[in-house]
Structure formats: structure tokens, C-alpha cells
């Protein structure tokens, strides 16, 4: 069982900044996903970002967020971050750090593990 705690959303105008952390206790197996997935008023989860690892680190990217977000692992800390570059009212909605074993590119929602989701606000 995998506990997962996110902190750091919260409210910001367009073009702002947030940056999400997700605390994992025990640390994932290796073969784990690590993913932040979003979902917005009326619509389904999606994945905007996710962390693994085949023989070296690979990340994907949702298409709405590529180039905005990063993703990435802070091992000091021992969370996987998400910074969020130049919001958009779009982005609005509950963010959810989800862990689970790697299928293909970590693509799909659909994860053994996840925390209680942190709400990203972007008003324009």
C-alpha cells in the first residue's frame, strides 16, 4: 500500500505559477508510475504528467499542458513535483498524484494508488 499527499495548489491568475508536490510513503517500487492527473469541472481524469522508468528516467505530457509543465523527482525531499508554467483558466480543476505499475507510457488514468487531489484555481 502506497500512501500518497499532495500539497502546494491553489490560486492564481493567468500566466502565474503553482508548483505541486507529492509525498509518497513507502517510495514506490522502481517499475512504478508516478503521474499528477487532473480533472476539471464536468470532465473526465486526464494525465498531465507523468514520471518512470524504463533504464533511465522518462516522463510524459499531456498535449495541453507540453511545454508549460514539468514533472520531476526530488530526491532529497522524495517527492515528485509538478511546476506548473503559464496558467490558463483552462487548467482549473482538482490535481490528483497517482502511483502505480508502469503500463506502456504511464498515459492512462488508471493507477492502483492515489491521494486526495489539491485544487488549481486560474482566473483570468
Known amino acids: 500500500q502506497v500512501q500518497l499527499s499532495e500539497s502546494g495548489g491553489g490560486s492564481v491568475q493567468t500566466g502565474g505559477s503553482l508548483t505541486l508536490s507529492c509525498a509518497a510513503s513507502?517510495?514506490?517500487?522502481?517499475?512504478?508510475?508516478m503521474a499528477w492527473v487532473r480533472q476539471v469541472p464536468g470532465g473526465q481524469r486526464e494525465v498531465v504528467a507523468a514520471i518512470f522508468n524504463t533504464g533511465g528516467i522518462n516522463r510524459h505530457y499531456g498535449a495541453p499542458v507540453k511545454g508549460r509543465f514539468t514533472i520531476s523527482e526530488d530526491k532529497l525531499k522524495n517527492t515528485v513535483d509538478l511546476k506548473m508554467n503559464n496558467l490558463e483558466p483552462e487548467d482549473t480543476g482538482v490535481c490528483f498524484c497517482?502511483?502505480?505499475?508502469?503500463?506502456?507510457?504511464?498515459?492512462?488514468?488508471?493507477?492502483?494508488?492515489w491521494g486526495q487531489g489539491i485544487q488549481v484555481t486560474v482566473s483570468s
Open positions: 497517482a502511483a502505480g505499475p508502469r503500463s506502456g507510457i504511464c498515459n492512462r488514468p488508471e493507477f492502483d494508488f
Open positions: 513507502p517510495h514506490p517500487a522502481r517499475e512504478f508510475c
